[in-house]
């Protein structure tokens, strides 16, 4: 299998803009073309949920390719719910490594604030199984539901807010997140609750936003290799799985990538996890085999996942605060630790980072995507 590689990165801020999808789009993918030296692009992925839902807008390959000044390159859509930018990431993967294409770029992004709130929970839900929609449920209804779960075992809700509190940390270093403001537990407890037991600073931002790599077989500087990925299901009925804590196809895709990468779970240096609701960021360190549930909160007060920390885990402030325009999410992902690995993080830099995991779901961890970087 032919060696894949990152060499180009582009991304706008996330958060509420002004511009429209294709125009957030467009400038993200040039400033990823331009990274890599504007090499030439042989094919274009764009990862998006629903551009048609979000903003009435269809044919988005099409129309960014030619905004974009590429006419007569091939350019494909892939949806996978949230986890869209990582399955466009994965399909440029496949492309490049089986050697139809030598270089592709990859976009994935969401204009979600065209919608009001209660719009975009709607929108969210859909990709939820009927008999879930028809009682009612939404996403932050299970993200509720998980949390009790863990409080019920223990759990409190100042271990809780530790991960909030770090992830918005590491979001006021970072100059694309969403929110770029430090929190304290006493922000948390006053806000307001949104589905109880969880309050405002529990579940990530509606975001607008879009970021973009090239993907290469080529070898450039400062390139970083995709050394692994993997991807599992789960039932798409979150309700039918016997234990809604045992998140069994992020453990199926993380086997699949690390056996792919040749890497032990020990050896990454930092982590992005899929941190749409707070307690999914600490159900799956459980699920990576990082930590048992009972020892979680106190890894947290030992500042294990903290940026200088043993295992850094969300140094671009998360979901929960760089943002989750939901089509870009694993692009972002990516691209942080492409900036990390490359030593270009500033204030957020882990200290001699040679490789990275990110782990993105589609649904409520009903279709994950695990990719590991490494520095070539």
Known sequence: ????????????????SDDNLIDLMSKSSIKAITDAGNVPIDAIIVGNMAAEDFTKTKSIPTYLTDEIGYRGTPSIRVENGPASGSAAVMTAFFSVCSGVYDTVLVTGGEKMTSVSTDECTDILAEMLHPV??????????WGAILTRLYMNEGLTREQLSLVSIKNHKN?????????????????IKNSSTIIDPLKLYDICPISDGSASVVISSKTMEDSIEIAGIGQ?????????????????????????????ADISIWDIDLMELHDAFTILEICEIENLGLFKR?????????????????????????????GHPVGGTGVYQIYEIVEQLRGEAGDRQVDDAKSGLCVNFGGFADNVIVSILKRS
């Open 1 to 16: 299998m032919k060696s894949v590689k990152i060499i180009g990165i582009g991304a706008e801020k996330c958060g509420r």
């Open 132 to 141: 879930e929609k028809m009682h009612g449920f939404t996403l932050p209804t």
């Open 232 to 260: 599992a299901t789960d039932t798409h009925a979150v309700y039918q799985r016997e234990d809604l804590t045992n998140l069994k196809a992020l453990q199926m895709a993380t086997k699949k990538a690390i056996d792919m």
């Open 171 to 187: 979001g006021a270093k970072n100059p694309i997140a969403h929110f770029q403001k430090i929190i304290t537990d006493g922000d």
């Open 294 to 322: 009972e020892d979680i909160p106190k890894a947290y007060e030992d500042g294990i996942f903290e940026i200088d920390g043993e295992i850094p885990i969300n140094t671009s402030g998360g979901l929960k605060a760089r």
